[in-house]
């Protein structure tokens, strides 16, 4: 996560709750003078058009006054999804035994994307078990995107 996407969260995360929801996530893209702020929400009940409807009105009332982005930017509130991305470290400790598709800033073992099920995490490492015999363990600051794959058995 980038200065940028914690301060946002920061400013957020109470009104979010407000409405009984929480911040998955948060995703801020700079383009040109055309900025791209994602806001991913959650509950344990799941998440319905109506509340992201509720909370981009609430995160756009929030942002008008504090504006925090300084440019124009474009609004988008969503679920995480089934393929949802993993921003923080609980993320990754609550997704044991999913499948992820991990991206890295830079190569570890000579490779810089990685398929495998979560096998562990601790401290700030994940294990991923990339085949029935391999098994990597990779620093999670080097870790650039982690989404999982949904498994349809």
Not at 44 to 65: F, N, Q
Not at 133 to 143: H, K, Q, R, Y
């Amino acid at each position: 996560m980038t200065r940028k996407e914690r301060e946002l969260e920061q400013l957020l995360t109470p009104s979010i709750e407000a409405l009984g929801l929480r911040i998955w996530g948060i995703e801020f893209r700079g383009q040109g003078r055309r900025a791209m702020l994602r806001v991913y929400i959650d509950n344990e009940a799941g998440v319905s058009i109506d509340d992201c409807e509720r909370a981009s009105k609430l995160i756009g009332g929030v942002l008008d006054v504090e504006d925090p982005v300084g440019s124009s930017y474009t609004l988008e509130v969503s679920s995480p999804g089934l393929d949802r991305v993993l921003f923080k470290p609980e993320q990754f400790a609550e997704s044991l035994g999913e499948v992820l598709d991990v991206r890295l800033s830079y190569p570890f073992e000579g490779r810089r994307h990685f398929v495998g099920r979560l096998n562990g995490m601790e401290r700030d490492e994940i294990a991923v078990q990339v085949d029935d015999e391999d098994e990597v363990v990779i620093p999670l600051a080097n870790v650039q995107r982690a989404r999982i794959v949904p498994q349809f058995d």
